[in-house]
């Protein structure tokens, strides 16, 4: 897979353009850059706010085959392993964001009120990925915070973390785009190959749930199951465990750690 990178001083939403590619019978491979967006989308319709200074991409795949569900998990991965090369302060965090593990008790700035209200934040978000199917093909979209922006904005989300204040020099967001885009050609790939299965034990050795005890959330924000997060399995969903030792399977939503 090699990419066709597209960048753009400013748009409404990398994520539009894709799909409007998509629409325009486009072949996989393209993928959009903007430096910033004015109306960038996160998970179940959260506004994204995305001021010049960190990293705003999308990009178009057609595969054929594998289950698309996991393909966000597997961009994740490409994601951790870019990052990963410039700061080992990195983390997943199931079905699809990385996050920065904080020192000790400290604990992130709550995010709005959608979230579960016991929910506890000893990480912040550095990234997070939204996959969009449409038309047989799918837009992988992901921000990625690398630059503190120089102008004010609000956000009703958690706390931050920026690459920049982990790393001692750091690039401009193209170059962090440029490398994600190379992890994400052999992660692609092999997933196409063998499914998600060959990421698993990867996932499960890097998400910061694993091993606590969590609540998950549906689209509606209804806590729709409680326990300890066992594994992430080799179809990409995540298995808990009930205080009673009974297992169940979520498939989407949010999940967060409680006290």
Not at 235 to 240: P, R, S, Y
Request: glycine content about 8%; overall charge negative; some cysteine.
């Amino acid at each position: 897979m090699k990419f066709r990178l597209e960048i753009y001083d400013e748009i409404g939403s990398t994520n539009d353009v894709v799909k409007q590619a998509i629409s325009d019978g486009a072949a996989e491979g393209l993928a959009v850059i903007a430096r910033r967006q004015t109306a960038g989308r996160g998970r179940q319709g959260r506004t994204w706010v995305s001021p010049e200074g960190s990293l705003y991409m999308s990009v178009l795949l057609r595969p054929e085959s594998a289950d698309p569900a996991t393909l966000s998990l597997v961009s994740g991965i490409a994601v951790l392993r870019a990052l990963r090369k410039r700061c080992g302060e990195v983390a997943l965090k199931w079905p699809n964001d990385i996050v920065v593990p904080l020192a000790g008790g400290e604990q992130a700035q709550r995010p709005d009120e959608s979230i579960a209200p016991k929910a506890t934040f000893p990480y912040r978000k550095i990234c997070g990925i939204l996959a969009e199917s449409r038309d047989g093909a799918i837009c992988v979209g992901l921000g990625v915070n690398v630059h503190r922006p120089t102008e004010a904005f609000a956000t009703n989300m958690a706390q931050p973390a920026y690459l920049a204040d982990l790393v001692e020099s750091c690039p401009e967001p193209t170059e962090i785009g440029r490398e994600v885009l190379d992890e994400l050609a052999v992660a692609y790939e092999l997933w196409k190959a063998e499914g998600f299965a060959p990421f698993a034990a990867e996932c499960n050795d890097s998400d910061v749930l694993i091993g606590s005890h969590v609540a998950a959330q549906d689209a509606d924000g209804k806590i729709v199951a409680e326990g300890t997060a066992v594994r992430i399995s080799d179809d990409g969903t995540m298995v808990l465990q009930a205080p009673d030792g009974a297992l169940c399977t979520i498939r989407s939503g949010e999940v967060h750690l409680v006290h």
